[in-house]
């Protein structure tokens, strides 16, 4: 199985700074004849299902706010909240879909400071 | 405008088998590359990925519980059925279907929450 691991597990910032949250998986996820990265990112309120955010590692969903990026390759991954909005308190999944069993990592609670 | 909605009972017995129907709407299953997949989130803790149905029959499974999972699909009625075996009260938790590509999942249904208890 491809694990994904992500860090920090919660993460306290103050409104309008940056939020950053990483992802790393067991092994490459990159699909290099393609050059994709099979990586998504969700965000997750209380009470609601997760939503995707990112595909393809940087693929912004439609309708997600640009404030929203994805980065990374091969192995390595970050989430970036570039100015923290209230309405971005939540937990934040990355999930590999390169190989089966498509794992998500662990969480990160996002707060505010 | 793409919907998915969980059914199934919300409380099962020990060693009994779950049902769960996704039944979608607004794509059609029969696409290229779309997948229906079916995850689940026990109280207060993470995603756990199931299993994953694509539009070519293609069936991906976690191995952890391969062997007590089957996931079908009728494409002609919109839905997607997983069936759980053997169920245990650490079963216990919010089950989602989603709709997605490639294995990323774009759209999800709201959940239902299956309890097992005696």
């Known amino acids: 199985d491809i694990v994904v691991t992500q860090s920090p597990d919660s993460l306290a910032v103050s409104l309008g700074e940056r939020a950053t949250i990483n992802c790393k998986s067991s092994q490459s996820v990159l699909y290099s004849s393609i050059n994709k990265n099979y990586v998504a990112w969700y965000q997750q309120k209380p009470g609601q299902p997760p939503k995707l955010l990112i595909y393809w590692a940087s693929t912004r969903e439609s309708g997600v706010p640009d404030r929203f990026c994805g980065s990374g390759s091969g192995t390595d991954f970050t989430l970036t909240i570039s100015s923290l909005q209230a309405a971005d308190v939540a937990v934040y999944y990355c999930?590999?879909?390169?190989?089966?069993?498509?794992?998500f990592g662990q969480g990160t609670k996002l707060e505010i400071k | 405008q793409i919907t998915l909605k969980e059914s199934g009972p919300t409380l099962v017995k020990p060693t009994q088998t779950l049902t769960l129907t996704c039944i979608f709407s607004g794509f059609s299953l029969s696409t290229s590359g779309v997948g229906v997949g079916w995850i689940r989130q026990p109280p207060g803790k993470a995603l756990e990925w199931l299993a994953l149905i694509y539009w070519d029959d293609d069936e991906r499974y976690s191995p952890s519980l391969k062997s007590r999972l089957t996931i079908t699909k009728d494409t002609s009625k919109n839905q997607v059925v997983l069936t759980m075996t053997n169920m245990d009260p650490m079963d216990t938790a919010t089950y989602y279907c989603?709709?997605?590509?490639?294995?990323?999942?774009?759209?999800w249904g709201q959940g239902t929450l299956v309890t097992v208890s005696s």
């Open positions: 989603a709709h997605g590509f490639y294995g990323y999942l774009q759209s």
């Open positions: 999930q590999q879909y390169y190989s089966a069993p498509y794992l």
